[in-house]
C-alpha cells in the first residue's frame, strides 16, 4: 500500500510504501534553483569560446539555450551554448542570437547541416505573421558573403535573409557560429568574446518577470 504525506510548511510531497524508511523531497523552489544552477553552469563550462555583442549594445541580454550530448565511452559534455540580444518575447525591435556549436560529423553537426537548418528556421520566419510574408525566395537559398568581426579577427560568414530576419553562419576555429537575427543591419554586428556571464543572469532574472 502506498501512502502519501504532505507535511506543513514547504510544499513538497513524499510517495513511499509502508515499512519504507521515509524519504523527503526537497522544496519546488529549491529543486528549480539547483536546475537553474546546473544549466548556467553548462555556460560556464563550456569547452568552446562564447561570443556575443560588446558592451555597446545596451539592450537585454539573456542566457538562451544549451545542448548536452554523449555517446558510448564519453562522459556527457556540452555541444551548443547560445547568448541572446534584445527581447525575444515582444517580436518585434533588434534582437540576436548567437550559438556556438561543437562539430561533429558522427553527430551530424557539421557546417552543411547547420547551415541547412538555419534556413529552414528562416523560411518559417519569414513566412510568420509577425515576419515578412512572401518574401522566402524559391528554389535553393541564395546564400551570400558577409564579413563580421569575431573575436577582433574578420570572419567571412555565409548570409541569407527574408524581410526582417536573417541568418549567418561560419567555421571560427574547430566550432560553428551560428547567427539568428530580426530587425538588427548585420553590418551592425560585432562578436566579442563574453567571459562575464552575469549580464546574461540579469537579463534571465528579467525575462522571468510576471509584470512581463
Known amino acids: 500500500m502506498w501512502v502519501t504525506q504532505v507535511p506543513e510548511g514547504p510544499a513538497w510531497a513524499v510517495l513511499r510504501p509502508r515499512g519504507f524508511a521515509r524519504r523527503r523531497f526537497l522544496p519546488a523552489r529549491w529543486a528549480r534553483a539547483r536546475r537553474e ?6 555556460f560556464r563550462q563550456a569547452p568552446f569560446p562564447l561570443y556575443g555583442l560588446p558592451a555597446s549594445w545596451l539592450g537585454l541580454r539573456y ?23 534584445g527581447d525575444p518575447i515582444v517580436g518585434e525591435g533588434p534582437w540576436l542570437r548567437v550559438a556556438v556549436t561543437s562539430v561533429d560529423a558522427e553527430a551530424a553537426r557539421t557546417l552543411t547541416t547547420i547551415r541547412d537548418r538555419l534556413a529552414n528556421d528562416l523560411r518559417r520566419a519569414g513566412t510568420h505573421p509577425a515576419g515578412a510574408a512572401g518574401t522566402e525566395p524559391p528554389g535553393a537559398p541564395d546564400w551570400s558573403p558577409v564579413t563580421l568581426t569575431v573575436g577582433g579577427r574578420s570572419t567571412v560568414f555565409e548570409w541569407l535573409a527574408a524581410g526582417r530576419h536573417w541568418v549567418a553562419v561560419a567555421e571560427v576555429g574547430s566550432e560553428v557560429v551560428c547567427l539568428q537575427s530580426r530587425d538588427l543591419p548585420v553590418a551592425d554586428v560585432e562578436l566579442v568574446r563574453i567571459t562575464d556571464l552575469e549580464p546574461y543572469l540579469a537579463g534571465q532574472s528579467q525575462l522571468r518577470r510576471p509584470d512581463r
Not at 63 to 85: D, I, K, Y
Request: charged share 25%; aromatic share 6%; proline share 3%.
Open 37 to 42: 544552477r546546473q544549466w548556467v553552469q553548462r
Open 63 to 85: 542566457l538562451e539555450g544549451s545542448m548536452t550530448a554523449w555517446s558510448r565511452g564519453r562522459p556527457e559534455a556540452v555541444v551548443e551554448a547560445s547568448l541572446g540580444h
